[in-house]
């Protein structure tokens, strides 16, 4: 029989039933049963190297076995194991009290696993300011009119001249506003008509002219007041008004 079959057949007679699941203590048992008897070939501190290789051998096996459940039982994150085996080999003139004892040491480290998800901060939207401006509800100013001549007369007509008489004025007036002006338009009515309208022109001071007339626009042998209205308006749609009036004289009192 060769050594390697005596060793199988010695360490499976060896081994308990129930083997300790520690290395260590499996080691030990095979000490204890080596020096205990034994007998065979070799014997004495032959035998003892032989329980002991085994049992270095067992150990670490065991060890690993052990090591890889831990590994497949554990929570994760996964522990990392190490099974580091010192095997001693021990001569045949060694005594059993020079043996030492082979140990199979499980070192388990658990490092948890590390994130390397960048935690990026919200993005935030830029904040938006509107603008809110109110309605434009406010007239636009108008002063006073100014009239360059009163009265005037109509125009000349056959045979009845009436010489060096205005026959027509110049209408002013001031308009402003906040927000501009649009537009600034002169109007006039007569008693017994005729009505018109005409615009101003200007910046700040708005004027227009006034006539002339031709002959009965006027009651002949009269005069008549006509009442001025001058009218500004703003961009909005806000107007605002000022008003006179002049009076207008018919032709017919030139009369010789």
Known sequence: MTFDDRLRREL?????????ADPGALADELIRRASSGGGGPG???????????????????????????????SEQ????VVTVVSTTTIPTTTSTADVATTVATTVTTTAAPASTAATTPPTQAPATTTATTAPDTTPPVVGQLSIGADPIWELDTEGIPCGDKPRQATISAQASDDR???????????PGGPNGSK??????????????FPYLTVTDNSSESATLTVTATDAAGNSATATGSITVTSTSTCFG
């Open 180 to 190: 501009g002006i649009a537009s600034v338009t002169l109007s006039w009515t007569f």
């Open 199 to 212: 615009a101003m022109s200007g910046s700040g001071t708005y004027s227009a002219t006034f006539g002339p």
């Open 12 to 20: 499976h007679k060896a081994i308990p039933a129930d083997p300790p």
């Open 43 to 73: 014997g004495g501190g032959r035998q003892i190297a032989l329980w002991i290789g085994g049992a270095a051998i067992l150990g670490g096996l065991i060890g690993g076995v052990l090591g890889l459940a831990g590994f497949f039982d």
């Open 77 to 80: 994150p996964e522990p990392t």
